[in-house]
């Protein structure tokens, strides 16, 4: 069975400029969530979607949004951005009859 | 709040040595715990978890953990190191949120280090 899928795996923006992440679920899960994992550190809850509504916001800026979508993919939208942001950014996905969270390979973001 | 602590930032072990990997958790009501493998710039892999039951619960891999509710530990185990195992352990918590959803609480890690 396919996995939660992230994209790009990779992206390279300048200061300032705006990035989007995308995230597909594994098929009939419901929630989604966003962890920033920085260089050497754990990862760091950002914000979670629950039947597309906001279930719950971690230690996200302002600077960043995220929805997810009729078709539970979800985006995370970063704009703004800043050397500080250079990280690996997860996305998991669960559904009510598992009690783990199913993570994705993630996207590297590098602001350079 | 709901929590885990991983004390040590490296174990290392020699190869077909047993391995443990400690985890105390601080958590209200029934903890559910996890543990996660990460290697280099992969994604965050489910090992095993503990929800209720027995308190060695067994995973993927060889490893097992277990569960002690006096001492607030889940520490990860396996009885041979491989080579292979070298990697990023996590411990995790699923923690409730104001709405009724849960979210994943993370330890700061463990790098395993299984030398030849």
């Known amino acids: 069975a396919a996995g939660v899928i992230q994209s790009p795996r990779h992206l390279i923006k300048e200061k300032r400029e705006t990035a989007t992440l995308k995230c597909y679920p594994i098929s009939r899960h419901d929630t989604v969530y966003w962890y920033q994992q920085g260089p050497g550190q754990d990862p760091q809850f950002l914000i979670s979607f629950y039947e597309k509504m906001q279930s719950d916001k971690g230690s996200i800026p302002d600077r960043f949004s995220a929805q997810q979508f009729s078709d539970y993919h979800s985006e995370l939208n970063m704009s703004s951005l800043e050397l500080g942001d250079s990280a690996l950014y997860f996305c998991?996905?669960?559904?009510?009859?598992?009690?783990?969270?199913?993570f994705g390979q993630g996207t590297r973001l590098t602001v350079v | 709040a709901q929590s885990v602590a991983q004390p040590e930032d490296q174990v290392n072990v020699a190869e077909g040595n047993p391995l443990t990997v400690k985890c105390t958790y601080s958590?209200?009501?029934?903890?559910?715990l996890f543990w996660y493998v990460q290697y280099p710039n992969r994604g965050l892999q489910f090992l095993l978890k503990?929800?209720?039951?027995?308190?060695l619960v067994k995973g993927s891999y060889g490893f097992e953990a277990e569960f002690n509710k006096s001492q607030t530990s889940f520490h990860l185990k396996k009885p041979s190191a491989l080579v292979s195992d070298s990697a990023l352990y996590f411990c995790?918590?699923?923690?409730?949120?104001?709405?009724?959803?849960?979210?994943?609480?993370f330890g700061t890690g463990t790098r395993l280090k299984v030398l030849a």
């Open positions: 503990y929800i209720t039951g027995d308190n």
């Open positions: 995790a918590v699923r923690a409730y949120t104001p709405r009724g959803t849960y979210k994943y609480i």
């Open positions: 998991a996905s669960s559904s009510p009859a598992d009690t783990e969270a199913f």
């Open positions: 958590v209200s009501g029934n903890p559910y």
